[in-house]
């Protein structure tokens, strides 16, 4: 399991901690976020993340800035990325079994350090759960 890792500004300490964290689960990590508190624009990130995904160089991505919100809209417009925004374990949970989120963003200012580590543990953790939801999915592209 490879998982990339982006961030702006406001996400630099949980990236890092997250990064630990991921390691610890045997499970690599790329680094495609910022690593100072310089202030910065989360495209610059966001789209690196997105391309890696669609590409298959990660398998899946998580994405952190303030409200979580810029890397959410700016990764959903890649057609191959559903991005969601998680505020706690059971939305990281739903995130995974009903919109099999191939990447998960955080709003790092608006959660703690452990609720951040326990989304990302209850989205990797969870199955997509398909039927239904896989048909859901199906219709999201523009048509
Ligand atoms: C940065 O100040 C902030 O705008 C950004 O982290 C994010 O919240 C944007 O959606």
């Not at 990339?4 to 991921?22: P, R, S, T």
Request: with cysteine.
């Amino acid at each position: 399991m490879k998982i990339g890792i982006c961030n702006d500004h406001a996400g630099v300490e949980y990236k890092f901690k997250l990064i630990q964290m991921l390691r610890k689960r045997g499970i690599e990590v790329v680094n495609f976020g910022t690593d100072t508190e310089v202030s910065v624009d989360y495209p610059d990130f966001a789209h690196p993340l997105a391309n890696a995904v669609e590409k298959g160089e990660v398998d899946l991505g998580i994405a952190l800035c303030g409200t979580g919100n810029g890397m959410a809209i700016t990764l959903n417009k890649h057609q191959g990325i559903r991005a969601g925004l998680a505020w706690n374990s059971e939305v990281g949970r739903l995130v995974a079994a009903h919109n099999n989120a191939n990447v998960l963003v955080l709003p790092a200012r608006f959660i703690s350090y452990r609720v951040a580590s326990s989304i990302v543990r209850m989205w990797l953790d969870t199955d997509f759960e398909g039927g239904r939801h896989q048909r859901r999915i199906d219709k999201m592209p523009c048509r």
